[in-house]
């Protein structure tokens, strides 16, 4: 009978219909990484070491990293490779948690650091840290790459200091050419906004260092 071949069909909508509602009625929290608070602090420890690997903490605080070969043994401890531009030479600074790298900082203090770019004696981080995109990490988020950069093994590195702008530097650093037009379009589109620190381009080319 023609109704016999419609059960099958009737019962396979309302499977359908049955498992939406199911998957809908489901807690949000559920299908999301449970917050810091719920979270063991392993699970911390876990998810900071997931966010430190893709925002690419390691590309540059890691030392090797810019030449293909970052040194796992000697994680997050501080690169020697400098970053030249309008604010002088910056290095990556050791992160772990030894006295020569941030040990002695607070839970907070480094919180301030990763997400307003200052450090406890109210100094401003240079560039290219990327402070202004981690001020975009939640409460939960940064909590676990701060409880993630207290759990790597510490490694004694003293920070090589910020080179001031105009001061000759022997050691090895990046200094980009000058800009191709593409890249300065928007500078020129936004004309009267102040360029982001370290974006603006010289006559020459080179930062305004001169040197
Ligand atoms: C593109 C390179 C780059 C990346 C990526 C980067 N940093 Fe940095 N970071 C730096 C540089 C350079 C400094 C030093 C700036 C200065 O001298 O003022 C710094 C400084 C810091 C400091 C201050 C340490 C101190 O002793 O003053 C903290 C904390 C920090 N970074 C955390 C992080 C974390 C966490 C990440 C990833 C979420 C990260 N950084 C990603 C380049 C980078």
Redesign the pocket.
Known sequence: MRWMRLVPMMLCAMCFVASAVLWSCTPAAKQEAPSAAAMTPDQKVARGRYL?TV???G???TPGSMYGAPDTTRLLSGSELG?KGPWGI????N?TPDSTG?GSWTEEQ?VV??REGR?PDGSP??P???WTD?AHLTDDDVHA?VAY?KSVPPVKHV?VK?VPPGQKYKGAYLQFPPPPAWDVQPHAAAAGAAPAAGAAPTKEGSPTTGK
């Open positions: 430190v925002l690419g903490c590309d540059c605080h970053w910056s290095f990556p600074h992160l941030i480094i650091a990763i450090r981080l240079m290219p840290m990327p981690f790459v950069l920070n910020l």
